[in-house]
């Protein structure tokens, strides 16, 4: 089992920016993809990030302003979000997939006013 903890939402005007944390409980292989994910009111759950060993793969929305980063010694991925825009407003989870499954963050809060 493979717990993931969040940080690092809040509240920011549009333009700015906000880093996203997330630690795993226990050792995440290097191959497994780690990444984020994000929900709207309303709408489906969907891809912002994913990285695993190679180049990481963005959305078309966030390209050029997001950036995801994992650091293997410390079972972390990290999303630095810049120029945020009000339609980036969701609920950001934190991901990683194994053999096992999928195992998924509480999510954290990221709202961006105009």
């Known amino acids: 089992q493979v717990q993931l903890v969040e940080s690092g939402g809040g509240l920011v005007q549009a333009g700015g920016s906000l880093r996203l944390s997330c630690a795993a409980s226990?050792?995440?292989?290097?191959?497994?993809?780690m990444g984020w994910y994000r929900q709207a009111p309303g709408k489906q759950r969907e891809l912002v990030a994913v990285i695993a060993s190679g180049n990481p793969t963005y959305a078309d929305s966030v390209k050029g302003r997001f950036t995801i980063s994992r650091d293997n010694t410390k079972n972390a991925v990290y999303l630095q979000m810049n120029s945020l825009k009000p339609e980036d407003t969701a609920v950001y989870y934190c991901?990683?997939?194994?053999?096992?499954?999928?195992?998924w963050g509480q999510g954290t809060q990221v709202t961006v006013s105009s």
């Open positions: 226990r050792g995440i292989f290097m191959l497994n993809p």
């Open positions: 991901n990683v997939r194994t053999s096992r499954g999928d195992y």
